[in-house]
């Protein structure tokens, strides 16, 4: 059985501290078991890039949580409940949000956690180019090519929730081919 658990993180920045929105969902033999979305207040000082392209696809995303903490600990529940038997995935995990919350989330509270943490956490796009795919910052590209396309709402890049199903479609594409 394959068991993916894909997240997406929206910071400030790309190398942001501020997870003010996250998605995850969880899928068994290609099919979608659970989902995580939550958003806490924009943060001000979000880049100029955030604002033109992110912001706007959380237009309908309302704020669930009141800050970036409560949401981080909300995630932190639903990934230690989905953990199991898991290969935890994000498109570009070490560079982005994901890997950084996952290591905040742990120094939070080590002793407990220390042994929770994704290990490894896999890059869709490293996945990509090592099955041949050279564009891997597009990974609509090879969505379309391959006619991957998740069905879940909302159907826009940057929203993290629909992030999560794409990066979790495109890892089962890949893995099934090898």
Not at 46 to 75: C, G, Y
Request: hydrophobic share 40%; aromatic share 12%.
């Amino acid at each position: 059985m394959l068991k993916v658990f894909s997240v997406d993180v929206e910071t400030e920045c790309l190398h942001g501290k501020y997870a003010f929105a996250i998605g995850a969902v969880v899928r068994e033999n290609s099919k979608t078991v659970s989902e995580f979305s939550g958003r806490a207040p924009t943060p001000l000082c979000a880049s100029d890039w955030v604002q033109k392209n992110v912001i706007p696809a959380l237009a309908d995303m309302s704020q669930t949580h009141k800050s970036v903490r409560v949401l981080e600990e909300d995630f932190w529940d639903f990934w230690t409940l989905h953990r199991p038997n898991a290969d935890c995935i994000a498109y570009f995990g070490s560079q982005g949000g994901e890997a950084a919350l996952f290591n905040r989330l742990i120094r939070r509270n080590y002793e407990e956690r220390w042994t929770l943490s994704p290990g490894p956490l896999h890059e869709v796009c490293s996945l990509m180019l090592a099955r041949g795919f050279q564009d891997v910052r597009h990974i609509d590209l090879y969505m379309k090519r391959f006619g991957l396309w998740p069905t879940c709402a909302p159907q826009k890049f940057h929203h993290p929730l629909f992030d999560a199903h794409a990066a979790a479609i495109v890892w089962e594409h890949l893995m099934s081919k090898q």
